[in-house]
């Protein structure tokens, strides 16, 4: 399926062209750990602290408008996005979110959603939003127009962006390991090098993506 | 090899000795590249500096982060474990409180012991003084009857002595008179002689 200019790039499975290649998306949920006693192992320490963490600071940026349990939501929304982003780097391994596809599907009804919400129920306030603290009165209207285009492409720019951040990562690697097969011993080693820091890279852009992604969701809910 | 199961390496010593597993897996990969069954393409590459990534990562930053992982779980452990120690302090020091006051009373008892040693002794001290005071009373009584009776005898011994004599005067005749003075002067007189 040609979800993407760059699929070419990524490993395929179908059976009888129902691709099977979305199955990945469900990986990450071997990688939980499990909670059965009351001390935790290493492994829930690590997802317990990034879980407390992120929970902190999501509840400081969503200031007022939190309700207990509104985190959830986000936590698990960087859970996932992290989870796939890092799986992709993995060989063999496809990676979801490098498609605009998943990566709007994700984006687009949480914006749907909080706009349907905002504009149903508080319609006063979204409208008060529209026009910042602080505008001076001859840029009033222009700023109104700034805002409602600024506000209609958030869902795409929310997916574009993971999209293309992985893509570029991928690509770039690829691109690098499929000039491999026709290079000295000697070449090998630098492109191994080479390969070595775009993984740090590429390691370190699929964490902060997750995390922009889901700090730009919550900021985006506390707006409504 | 850290992911493979022992088991399978075992499965070869008796046959092919301890080299034999080693041996079969460089071979079945030789075998895979040479038929290009499997391509070193992209992916191959890729994950060649993923590995080696992983195992430098895991190698260089793994004991730290072990180490600190571990303390987080102690530490864990101890805030549970410390909600249950404390309870068994505070009822041990309530038992130790509990037994200093049951200590506390049994020193009443002794106190309750004194006081009626102390109540005894006063009664005793009143009993005595009052057998005292009967015994005075009444010896007084028995002195007064004792001195009546004496001054009673007395009185009539000398009454009786006062009557005898008066009646010996009286009946004394005169011839009785000059006979016993003239035994006197006789004896008196041999009494002079002898001596």
Redesign the interface.
Same mark, same amino acid.
């Given at each position: 399926m040609m979800s993407n200019l760059f699929s070419v790039?990524d490993?395929s499975t179908s059976i009888f062209s129902l691709s099977l290649n979305w199955l990945s998306s469900t990986l990450g949920l071997f990688l939980f750990p499990f909670s059965y006693w009351?001390?935790?192992?290493?492994y829930l #320490? #690590?997802f317990n602290?990034i879980g407390g963490t992120l929970h902190k600071e999501f509840k400081v940026l969503l200031g007022g408008s939190f309700k207990p349990g509104l985190t959830l939501l986000f936590v698990s929304l960087f859970l996932y996005v992290v989870f796939n982003n890092f799986l992709g780097?993995?060989?063999?391994i496809f990676t979801s979110t490098s498609h605009l596809s998943f990566t709007l599907s994700l984006s687009l009804p949480l914006w749907l959603a909080l706009m349907f919400y905002g504009w149903l129920n508080n319609t006063q306030h979204m409208f008060a939003h529209l026009v910042p603290q602080g505008t001076p009165g001859v840029l009033m209207p222009f700023m109104v127009c700034i805002e409602t285009v600024s506000n209609l492409i958030r869902p795409g720019t929310l997916a574009v962006r993971l999209c293309a951040n992985m893509i570029a990562g991928h690509l770039l690697?690829?691109?690098?390991?499929?000039t491999?097969?026709g290079l000295s011993t000697i070449m #090998?080693s630098f492109?191994?090098l080479g390969?070595?820091c775009?993984?740090?890279l590429e390691s370190a852009v699929s964490i902060i993506q997750g995390y922009v992604f889901a700090v730009l969701s919550t900021l985006y809910s506390s707006e409504v | 090899m850290g992911f493979i199961p022992e088991e399978w390496f075992e499965l070869f010593y008796k046959k092919t000795g301890v080299t034999g597993p080693y041996m079969f897996g460089v071979s079945f990969l030789t075998y895979l590249c040479s038929k290009e069954i499997y391509i070193m393409e992209h992916e191959y590459y890729n994950g060649l500096s993923l590995a080696i990534l992983c195992i430098v990562g895991v190698k260089k930053l793994g004991p730290s982060v072990a180490a600190w992982l571990d303390k987080e779980v102690d530490d864990y452990e101890k805030a549970w474990e410390q909600g249950r120690v404390q309870q068994l302090e505070d009822l041990k020091s309530a038992i130790e409180a509990e037994k200093k006051e049951q200590w506390r009373a049994e020193g009443q008892s002794l106190l309750f012991e004194a006081k009626k040693e102390n109540i005894a002794l006063q009664l005793e001290a009143a009993y005595r003084e009052r057998l005292m005071n009967a015994y005075a009373e009444i010896k007084k009584r028995l002195d007064y009857q004792v001195e009546t009776q004496n001054i009673d005898r007395r009185i009539s011994q000398k009454h009786m002595v006062n009557w005898i004599v008066s009646n010996v005067l009286k009946s004394i005749t005169p011839q009785q008179e000059k006979d016993s003075l003239k035994k006197c002067i006789a004896d008196l007189k041999a009494l002079s002689a002898t001596a």
């Open positions: 790039f490993p009351l001390i935790p192992s290493r #320490v #690590v602290s780097l993995f060989p063999y690697m690829t691109l690098m390991g499929n491999g097969s #090998v492109l191994i390969q070595i775009l993984l740090i | -």
